[in-house]
């Protein structure tokens, strides 16, 4: 901003120069690619104040001097209309920041200039990122870097983030410019604007109070449009009610069109000179789109995709599983077997051991579904898939960003709850997250193995499809329930850059999985793990002679005393225990059943003990099933839609709504199941 | 272009035509036009989603998806 914030920052400890850095660029020009190129894993990942948007902060080591790089969110503006661009620019305007490095997709310079201009209005201190220089090359254009930097006021350096090229460079840039004031480019407005904004700014000049991190010409300009903000600003900083008055006088409707057509022209100018274009004509991602957006292919294409990556992450999780399985089984028989002192050996082997295996069974194929999405996402396809299913959406209440959060649910929904930060609006952002519960997580799936595949032999896998559909029809109806009702109103625009289809790349591809399914290993060794121990206790207590699982266990009393709610369901005590403890997390409730039926721990085991077990029968274990899918996730979900809602009341909506609605499925299920004596 | 006036959700696909202006006020103006859509700008139809909305436009050299809402707030010259 101003020359005064400038100075020179010394780091006490190795005496070298602190240069801090933002990181500010539109969606999609490999910003998270240049951010890590830079930062190695020296990232801290956080949220922004008040606000559950990500803020990534990194620290770089250079020669001579260290770099503090602060991630901002991808933008295409830096008005206050959105939160994201509200984030980006009070911290350009208050970070104190000695430089902003724009990374710009070379391929699209037009567009990703506009967000140059503002960032040069606003007074900060700018180098171009000028990225993807091998995707200008395919496309036969190229860019005349001197031209550019020499139109635009700016350092350029060009690069090729993903695979480092040009970083040295850019360090280098941003060395030699830090402490240099850059001579603001000046756009010039109409005369009929130019006229108000001096007005403006005599009078802007007249208020001490305004501090000098403002430009005044940039304050003027966002006035004379109505920016939604500057009423704040003005207000802070105790602005006389009359002046404010006076100025927000000159703001009007049409200024705003003016001023952004200008930009435009300034913009198409300096492309003029700099940028010359190869052929212009429908390019291969243009006819890619031709056949995945096509009228009849469209959807199939969309399925056979979605099939395909359920598919990729059962084939390659499935060995993983077993040997996971294995091991665990052995290590925990190891354990009760040679530990001798009694509850020592159970506690580590049947709690620990047995309920961490349990657990870490389902990394395999998170992980994997988390990587298919990130070359998903990569490729291009996710943003079509959004566009082709955006009708759809909006016919349910939702919109066509919802679809991303729904299909990850199938996953594990806390990182799925998470992801509707893609939605920009409140009211779509809510109805998305509440819903996602319902779309059936991985952790689900054994119940359902278990079960379907005991008592409904080949029909198995249509009683499991059966379940999901069921889980995405209860989703459907929740969001147009609560469109209609509590987030009444119309979904956000759909104004979506469509990338170009890139060749997916390994490495960003394996960084996604980790970083998401980080979350999933969390959850598993903090709730999992107490939830685990907690029911081995209940399952041992009360100390001595009581059989491990058995009916005279404190787990048997509390099942006991729940148990004539869930009697018209089917379900015994221990069905209703198996529950509880699912409550947790879904993970929990085969081992649960084992515990409490026996069968030695191993999956054959209980099988074949549910089957010897009068308790069990088929129509029970169908309502078992329903409302196994219907009611809470686990623990994890609570605590992240707490987070992500930023409301306890809807948090505790959610919770007693499924749990409602869970009972009253089964409750049909059954009832109806009983009624109709079809043998079950 | 037959210096036809009508809105940009009427075009068919492979129609090429120049902005005049944004027939809408407020934020949605705002972000049409900071996406690109200025006047004088060639915009092509590209392809529609298979239920027919949203469209996906090009222009400025890259692509851009809106709901027929949206792009029929764009006055276009055809
Ligand atoms: N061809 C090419 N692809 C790149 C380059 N930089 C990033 N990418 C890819 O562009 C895509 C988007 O990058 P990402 O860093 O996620 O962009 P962000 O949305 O701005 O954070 C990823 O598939 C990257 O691998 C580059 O210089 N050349
Ligand atoms: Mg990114």
Known sequence: MSVKTKKVKEMTLDDKRVIEVALAGNPNTGKSTLFNALTGLRQKI??????????????????????????????????????????????????????????????????????????RELGANV???????????????????????????VPVVPMIASSRIGIDDLENTIESIYQKEQKPIRIT?????????????????????????????????????????????????????????????????????????????????????????????????????????????????????????FQFVFAISVPFMELIDMLFGWLAGLLVDNINIGWLGSLLGDGIVGGLGAVLIFVPPIFAMFFILSVLEDSG??????????????????HGHSFIPMLLGFGCNVPAIMSTRSLKNNKDRMITILINPFMSCGARMPVFILFAGLFFGAAAGTVIFALYILGIVVAIFTAILLRKTFFKGKSAPFIMELPPYHTPKLRSATVAMWDKGKMYLKKAGTIILIGVMFVWFLAAMPFGGVEYGGPDTWLAAVGT???????????????????????????????????????????????????????????????????????????????????????WRWTIFAVVYSTVIAWLFALVVFQLGSLMNLGL | MSNKVTKLDQLEIGDIAKVITIDVSGELRRRLMEMGLTRGTLIEVIGKAPLGDPIEYKFKGYNLSLRKEEANKVVVEH
């Open chain 1, 127 to 153: 180098v171009i990122a000028l990225n993807m220089m091998d995707l200008l090359e395919e496309s036969s254009s190229s860019i005349d870097v001197n031209k550019l930097s020499k139109e635009m006021g």
């Open chain 1, 561 to 647: 005393f729940f148990e004539p709610i869930f009697r018209p369901l089917g379900f015994d005590w221990r069905i209703v225990v198996a529950l509880i403890v699912g409550f947790v997390a879904k993970e929990l409730v085969v081992g649960a059943l084992g515990t409490i039926v026996g069968g030695g721990g191993s999956e054959e085991g209980i099988k074949d003990a549910i089957l010897a077990d009068e308790g069990f029968y088929p129509l029970n274990s169908l309502s078992l099933m329903v409302f196994t899918l219907l009611y809470v996730p686990c623990a994890a979900v609570i605590g992240v839609m707490r987070k992500e809602t930023g409301s």
């Open chain 1, 381 to 398: 396809y996710l943003a079509r898939a959004a566009f082709v299913m955006d009708k759809i959406m909006v016919k349910f209440g939702l």
């Open chain 1, 46 to 119: 956080g949220n922004w104040p008040g606000v559950t948007v990500e803020k990534k902060e990194g620290k770089k080591r250079c020669d001579g001097f260290n770099l503090i790089i602060t991630d901002l969110p991808g933008t295409y503006s830096l008005s206050a209309y959105s939160l994201d661009e509200k984030i980006a620019r009070s911290f350009i305007i208050e970070g104190k920041l000695d430089v902003v490095v724009q990374i710009i997709d070379a391929s699209n310079l037009e567009r990703n200039l506009y967000l140059t201009t503002m960032l």
């Open chain 1, 189 to 309: 407005y109409s005369k009929e604007i130019e006229e108000v904004l001096a007005n403006v700014q005599e009078i802007l000049m007249s208020i001490p109070s305004i501090p000098s991190d403002f430009d005044s010409r940039w304050l003027a300009i966002q006035i004379i449009q109505n920016d939604p903000e500057i009423l704040t600003f003005l207000k802070n900083w105790n602005v006389n009610k009359t002046i404010i008055e006076k100025l927000l006088s000159f703001g009007r409707e049409d200024y705003e069109a003016e001023i952004i057509d200008t930009k435009y022209e300034f913009i198409t100018n300096v492309t003029s000179k700099a940028l010359k274009r190869g052929e212009e004509k429908l390019t291969r991602s243009d006819l890619v789109d031709k056949v995945v957006t096509h009228k009849w292919l469209g959807i199939p294409i969309f399925l056979i995709v979605m099939w395909g990556a």
